[in-house]
């Protein structure tokens, strides 16, 4: 399986990042529990963001619930982020990646709680 991110490198502040996650080499309906997104900003832990599960459910971060949507385009094997009102604590490194097993609800994401991750895109927010 193959995901690749997409998406403007810089926002403004108070605008909405939009992110398009590409998928091949697996079906987003039929494989993996789990497609999330997760970012890791500089210096930080990796963060997770919110995933949709392969049955169409979605789930947020609490920090990150009243401004972020996930969102499925089955038809074309893609899932989206949207962040809204962006603020200076959003520049970051953005990743979706899959994954079969819950993720811990007390600590950080890291990378082997995922099968499989895209390269990335780095995401700046400025005026």
């Known amino acids: 399986v193959q995901l690749r991110e997409s998406g403007p490198g810089l926002v403004e502040p108070s605008k909405t990042l939009s992110l398009i996650c590409s998928v091949s080499?697996?079906?987003?309906?039929?494989?993996?529990?789990?497609w999330s997104w997760i970012r890791q900003p500089p210096g930080k832990d990796l963060e997770w963001i919110g995933y949709?599960?392969?049955?169409?459910?979605?789930a947020y971060s609490p920090p990150l619930k009243s401004r972020a949507s996930i969102w499925r385009d089955t038809s074309e094997g893609q899932f989206f982020l949207h962040l809204f009102s962006v603020t200076p604590e959003d520049p970051a490194d953005y990743y979706c990646?899959?994954?079969?097993?819950?993720?811990?609800?007390?600590?950080?994401?890291?990378?082997?709680?995922?099968?499989?991750w895209g390269q990335g895109t780095h995401v700046s927010v400025s005026s």
């Open positions: 990646a899959i994954h079969d097993t819950p993720l811990s609800d007390t600590s950080p994401p890291t990378w082997s709680d995922f099968t499989s």
């Open positions: 080499g697996a079906s987003i309906i039929d494989e993996y529990r789990y």
């Open positions: 949709a599960t392969k049955f169409g459910e979605v």
